[in-house]
């Protein structure tokens, strides 16, 4: 079956401009995240969706970022007036449950690399 | 959140068996040890998980000693498509929140 997807998969964006990555979770997943990875790092968390409840946004580094999840499956990671220091692979993840008897692995997707000029 | 430390980089051969160590000094008792495998220009990808003793599948090996306080991931027979970075990282079983991924062990496999 499909993956997550993300798109666009690259983006570049001149300092102040606003932009809207994408994210499609695998079908039927409840629990959706989001991470930003600097280059050499590991993905950082920027926050939770359980269906379209976003329960966690404690890693959103600025209330530039917005994250929304509407109707519990599609997600919408925005930055407003992006910064240089935006720079960085944004992750999809997703997970078919949120608690539970077994390990609740993430799905990742491929990432979109927004470069800020 | 329990932190862990894992080397930053290793080397090895073709058809070695590769043992990646990390430790988490304060992991809690509900959490849970996990592995994840990322290749460049793509996501992370789940290895292997376990809380105690030995897990194993098609892919890797997991050692947990009594006291959890570290853990060691073993590749049977890398080849060349092992080369990518692996991160050890400890969370609750229902893993609903937040994962801390660290930097991970950057892993070269050489002919």
């Known amino acids: 079956g499909a993956g997550v997807s993300q798109s666009p998969r690259y983006k570049v964006a001149k300092r102040g401009q606003d932009v809207a990555l994408r994210c499609d979770p695998i079908s039927g997943h409840v629990s959706l995240f989001w991470y930003q990875q600097a280059l050499g790092q590991g993905p950082e968390f920027l926050t939770y969706?359980?269906?379209?409840?976003?329960?966690?946004k404690s890693g959103l580094p600025s209330d530039r970022f917005f994250a929304e999840r509407p109707e519990g499956s599609v997600s919408t990671l925005k930055i407003q007036r992006t910064q240089q220091e935006d720079s960085a692979v944004y992750l999809c993840a997703s997970s078919p449950r949120t608690s539970g008897a077994t390990y609740n692995e993430q799905f990742f997707g491929p990432g979109t690399r927004l470069t800020v000029l | 959140l329990a932190k862990t430390t894992q080397p930053i980089s290793m080397d090895s051969y073709e058809g070695q068996e590769v043992n990646i160590t990390c430790s988490h000094n304060?992991?809690?008792?509900?959490?849970?040890i996990t592995w994840y495998q990322q290749f460049p220009s793509q996501g992370p990808r789940f290895i292997i998980q376990?809380?105690?003793t030995k897990v194993t599948n098609e892919v890797a090996s997991l050692f947990i000693p009594a006291d959890r306080k570290s853990s060691t991931l073993s590749l049977p027979r890398v080849s060349l498509s092992d080369t990518a970075v692996y991160y050890c990282?400890?969370?609750?079983?229902?893993?609903?929140?937040?994962?801390?991924f660290g930097s991970g062990t950057r892993l070269s496999i050489r002919p």
């Open positions: 969706f359980q269906n379209e409840a976003q329960l966690d």
């Open positions: 990282l400890v969370a609750l079983y229902s893993s609903a929140s937040k994962i801390i």
């Open positions: 376990g809380y105690k």
């Open positions: 304060n992991i809690a008792t509900n959490d849970y």
